[in-house]
Nanobody
Framework: QVQLVESGGGLVQAGGSLRLSCAAS????????RAWFRQAPGKEREAIGC????????YYTDSVKGRFTISRDKAKNTVYLHMNSLKPEDTAVYYC??????????????????WGQGTQVTVSS
């Protein structure tokens, strides 16, 4: 059974940085896409980006491009979301997701069958 656990959230001032982690168990991440989503209060969950672990290619949505990067540690079976130049509008619960049938990047929630519990990121102005 696939399990994802996010960590690293917290309170940070605008302009600051945070690194979120998404640790996986129950499968090896060598061939499965891992994505990050977020959900702000009162808003729908939105995609941030993904990493295709077969070749480490990464893709980002316009809202975070140039500020956020995704990386992975194969040995730890963990994917990271590095967030820089944080803004108050980045405040949200951040989720990682994966699916054992997904080999390409997707920004659609329905493409992912396994989700973490989420970690809260709060950016103060």
């Amino acid at each position: 059974q696939v399990q994802l656990v996010e960590s690293g959230g917290g309170l940070v001032q605008a302009g600051g940085s945070l690194r979120l982690s998404c640790a996986a168990s129950g499968f090896t991440l060598d061939y499965y896409t891992r994505a990050w989503f977020r959900q702000a209060p009162g808003k729908e969950r939105e995609a941030i980006g993904c990493i295709v672990t077969s070749d480490d290619s990464t893709y980002y949505t316009d809202s975070v491009k140039g500020r956020f990067t995704i990386s992975r540690d194969k040995a730890k079976n963990t994917v990271y979301l590095h967030m820089n130049s944080l803004k108050p509008e980045d405040t949200a619960v951040y989720y990682c997701a994966t699916d054992t049938k997904l080999r390409y990047c997707s920004f659609e929630e329905t493409a992912f069958g396994s989700w973490g519990q989420g970690t809260q990121v709060t950016v103060s102005s």
